[in-house]
T-cell receptor
Framework: GDQVEQSPSALSLHEGTGSALRCNFT?????VQWFRKNSRGSLINLFY???GTKENGRLKSAFDSKERYSTLHIRDAQLEDSGTYFC??????????FGKGTVLLVSP | EAAVTQSPRSKVAVTGGKVTLSCHQT?????MYWYRQDTGHGLRLIHY???????EKGDIPDGYKASRPSQENFSLILELASLSQTAVYFC???????????FGSGTRLTVL
């Protein structure tokens, strides 16, 4: 099976609301990285975590290697947050394994 | 910030034809990667390289070759393009001492 299971696959939010995305790992991972694919198709770095939590504006991410999961919280969602979000797990072999992505649609 | 340039931006190829996708970086990073993205599959690793003149197989290397002739350049080669290779291809770089992966803007390949 997949090493990285990402959920939900799709998410709809109204402006100003928030939610969380989650990635579960089937094995112990060294670190996790979160990306957003924008409307132009570019992959934008959001976070890299080897442990603990990081926050940047309205986004906050957590990674628990022992419990084998990572989360990405979005608060006060804005229209420009729409896109596809990916987590990617670093097993320590110099390559990342990606989740299948969460398609986020923020509507007025 | 990393600078990763992919070319072409998009390409239409015929089945059985040869396709070369190019990636150029200006950061002198050691690691370079080729991923493909298909709807519903996330990104999957095709080939990668950690030093010039050497390449490694990723998770889905069949039907692809890679070439790293210099530190700055990493190519993905489809000798006999097939319909199933229609996808968006991303090049990425990573420094040996760093952690974050930086992506190019992608190449949309359509095989007819």
């Amino acid at each position: 099976g997949d090493q990285v299971e990402q959920s939900p696959s799709a998410l709809s939010l109204h402006e100003g609301t928030g939610s969380a995305l989650r990635c579960n790992f089937t094995t112990t991972m060294r670190a996790v990285q979160w990306f957003r694919k924008n409307s132009r198709g570019s992959l934008i770095n959001l976070f890299y975590l080897a442990s603990g939590t990081k926050e940047n504006g309205r986004l906050k991410s957590a990674f628990d290697s022992k419990e084998r999961y990572s989360t990405l919280h979005i608060r006060d969602a804005q229209l420009e947050d729409s896109g596809t979000y990916f987590c990617a797990a670093d097993s320590g072999y110099n390559k990342l394994t990606f989740g299948k992505g969460t398609v986020l649609l923020v509507s007025p | 910030e990393a600078a990763v340039t992919q070319s072409p931006r998009s390409k239409v190829a015929v089945t059985g034809g040869k396709v070369t996708l190019s990636c150029h970086q200006t950061n002198n990073h050691d690691y370079m990667y080729w991923y493909r993205q298909d709807t519903g599959h996330g990104l999957r690793l095709i080939h990668y390289s950690y030093v010039a003149d050497s390449t490694e197989k990723g998770d889905i290397p069949d039907g692809y070759k890679a070439s790293r002739p210099s530190q700055e350049n990493f190519s993905l080669i489809l000798e006999l393009a097939s319909l199933s290779q229609t996808a968006v291809y991303f090049c990425a770089i990573r420094d040996r001492s760093a952690e974050t992966l930086y992506f190019g803007s992608g190449t949309r390949l359509t095989v007819l």
